[in-house]
């Protein structure tokens, strides 16, 4: 079998350019609740834009300097907005029982994004450089080694913590989220409940 | 009209593009999405800024309350401090004993990998940056009273820990330096005071990481964040609210929102049993690593897979679909390709 063929086949049949790029919805998607995928996206964006600025200028950047710090602030807010949005996504789709009709994968790599994206926060945390780094980086080392996570990450070393939270974690967390939106538009948005008394499938 | 429902293996299969459909622009709402949070998150860090408080150095705790630090030191040099009899990671515990391992039912991966971060707080912290200084400053009496407590016995070497460590909690400070009653402190007297001095004037922090990185790179900070681990820092937290039984992680500085998606964990922190048996931190990281699981497989757990089915929230986001479904609206032509109008 040639695997660059059977590759090709596959994406060319579920990743057609109207499901990547669609110009049309179902009408049942009219909600607010529809919003807040894209907007847990969109603050991504501004979490990975601001944390490469904040990269490119090393950690004690923004603990010095003014323009350092107002881009700590911008990564600080997009930070809580990004879980604000998501934890609002993660509910709305629970409600919504988006793993229905062939989407518990998607719903799968939803989960681990938002678990990845609670490590990557709480490393970002820890590299700070304030007291809140110091006081929780003390703390956190006995839940770290309760939890036997002490062989792979001494969490007081700052370098590994540094290194996981700008590299590591937001590769794993980019490729989960990527990976989570090509399930969504591959299957697109899950249809509704059939009404009650309706039989399920003859959906009008 | 009806939709093509595919019923393979028994299971219900509507395809979304078989749904009537309305125009949509993915770019457009992306972008007005984007600009929206951007304009919104940049005026808030322009107003509000983010939390920081400065971290707390040797030096500080010295100058502010020297015979803490005084007491810090001698703890690690006497084997009474939680990070001299710890465990793995960091030690074996105190000549190897006195461990505080976190064990459920003998389940303790705490020990799994032995102790890859070894720290003997009496050498790490106290002898031999007391070295480095005696060497560095030409200091024959520091040298002398290091190599009598060196070479003193075990017992000896409590006695005068202990009898310093008694008349410590009754000091009272004078330039900047306890002031104990007379006694049999022997050599121990001298290396607390010369330790406190060496952290007063902010050399103690570099003499605590010096192992690491070679001794240049110092990215690794171990050393000195355990050493201000114990009294020290727990009294800073406790008074802005951040020890665990405070909710800890949870808020931040003031009014700053924390990181509040960790309620779930850190509120096991306030209820029994973990906040009362001394594997607290294993139960609580377990405990939050099954629920996670949990979340994660939802979709395959009876019960939990169908109680959105059972709660009415789904109504109210398809509100406008059962609505129109009901009543068999035509919905209005212009805004609705034909493909899927049956």
């Known amino acids: 079998m040639n695997w660059t063929t059977a590759v090709r086949k596959r994406a060319s049949e579920q990743l057609t350019w109207d499901k990547l790029l669609p110009s049309e919805q179902p009408v049942y998607v009219s909600s607010l609740v529809y919003s807040f995928g894209v907007f847990t996206l969109s603050t991504l964006l501004i979490v990975i834009m601001s944390g490469i600025i904040m990269a490119s200028k090393g950690p004690l950047w923004y603990q010095v300097s003014g323009v350092g710090e107002f881009f700590r602030s911008i990564h600080f807010w997009s930070v809580q907005g990004f879980f604000f949005f998501m934890t609002m996504h993660l509910v709305g789709q629970f409600f919504m029982g988006s793993w229905r009709e062939g989407r518990s994968f998607t719903w799968v790599l939803g989960a681990l994004s938002f678990g990845v994206g609670v490590v990557t926060a709480f490393t970002g945390y820890l590299s700070r450089g304030d007291f809140f780094s110091q006081w929780n980086q003390v703390q956190a080392k006995d839940a770290f080694n309760g939890a036997g996570l002490d062989g792979f990450l001494n969490i007081l070393n700052n370098g590994q913590v540094y290194g996981l939270h700008i590299v590591v974690l937001p590769t794993i967390l980019i490729l989960l989220v990527g990976w989570h939106l090509l399930q969504v538009r591959r299957l697109g948005v899950v249809p509704p409940y059939p009404e009650k008394g309706e039989q399920e499938g003859e959906v009008r | ?342």
């Open chain 2, 1 to 342: 009209m009806k939709t093509k429902v595919n019923r393979a293996a028994g299971r219900l299969r509507r395809d979304p593009m078989s749904f009537p459909q309305k125009e949509f622009d993915l770019i457009k709402e992306g972008t007005i999405s984007l600009v929206i949070v951007t304009i919104l998150i940049i005026a808030v860090a322009a107003l509000w800024g983010a939390p920081y408080r400065p971290a707390v150095t040797n030096q500080s705790i010295a100058q502010q309350n020297p015979v803490l630090m005084e007491q810090s030191a001698l703890n690690d040099l006497d084997g009474t401090s939680t990070m001299a009899s710890y465990g793995p990671p960091y030690n074996n515990g105190w000549n190897g004993s006195a461990q505080s391992i976190q064990s459920l039912g003998g389940f303790a991966p705490q020990t799994w990998w032995g102790t890859p971060y070894a720290v003997n707080t009496a050498k790490d912290d106290v002898i031999t940056p007391l070295s480095m200084l005696a060497k560095a400053g030409d200091n024959s009496a520091l040298s002398t009273a290091l190599a009598t407590y060196q070479s003193a016995s075990p017992a000896q070497q409590q006695k005068w820990d202990n009898n310093l460590n008694n008349a410590l909690a009754k000091a009272t400070v004078q330039n900047g330096l306890p002031v104990v009653p007379a006694g049999n402190y022997g050599p121990v007297a001298l290396m607390m005071q010369d330790e406190l001095m060496m952290a007063q004037s902010g050399l103690l922090s570099g003499a605590l990481t010096r192992e690491t990185n070679n001794g240049v790179y110092r990215w690794n900070v171990q050393n000195n964040l355990l050493f201000l681990q114990g009294t020290a820092l727990h009294q800073i937290a406790g008074q802005i609210n951040m020890k665990g039984e405070q909710w800890g992680i949870n808020h931040d500085e003031q009014a700053y929102p924390g990181p509040w998606w960790l309620t779930p964990y850190t509120f096991l922190y306030q209820i029994p049993p973990y906040n009362t048996i001394a594997a607290g931190d294993e139960a609580a990281a377990y405990s939050v690593g099954i629920l996670f699981v949990l979340l994660i497989l939802l979709p395959w757990i009876p019960g939990l897979n169908r109680l959105p089915r059972v709660l009415p929230l789904y109504k109210l986001i398809w509100r406008d679909w059962y609505k129109r479904d009901r009543s068999n609206k035509k919905v209005d032509k212009t805004t609705l390709t034909k493909k899927g109008l049956a």
